[in-house]
């Protein structure tokens, strides 16, 4: 299984910003075919915001919750994907995880993605 962390979740006022990075484990050598980012909310399921298609010429998907708001973007690494959120709203708090699949997709679904990080906290204030 392969370790993938999460970074940059905290605390933001509405209509502010945060970003969130994940990476895997330096010592993978393959390769997702998508990564993606889910978030649950206490009490909720686990929904999937926005997935990158790494592997195929298909855009991005966006939950519609958060289209428009939201942009998912490849890092510079190989298995980095990231997480611009503007626009903030508090029904946008909740742990976001990052996950990373071979067989992807559209709409995504939670049973195809392998590998998952443990979650970031993102909470935002009205």
């Known amino acids: 299984q392969v370790q993938l962390v999460e970074f940059g979740g905290g605390s933001v006022q509405a209509g502010g910003s945060l970003n969130l990075s994940c990476a895997a484990s330096s010592v993978y050598s393959g390769t997702f075919a998508c990564m993606a980012w889910f978030r649950q909310a206490p009490g909720k399921g686990r929904e999937a915001v926005a997935t990158l298609y790494i592997s195929e010429r298909r855009g991005p998907y966006y939950a519609d919750s958060v289209k428009g708001r939201f942009i998912i973007y490849q890092g510079n690494a190989k298995n980095t994907v990231s997480l611009q959120m503007n626009s903030l709203k508090s029904e946008d708090t909740a742990s976001y995880s990052c996950?990373?699949?071979?067989?992807?997709?559209?709409?995504?679904?939670?049973?195809?993605?392998?590998?998952w990080g443990q979650g970031t906290q993102v909470t935002v204030s009205s």
């Open positions: 996950a990373g699949g071979y067989l992807c997709h559209y709409p995504p679904r939670t049973a195809s993605f392998n590998d």
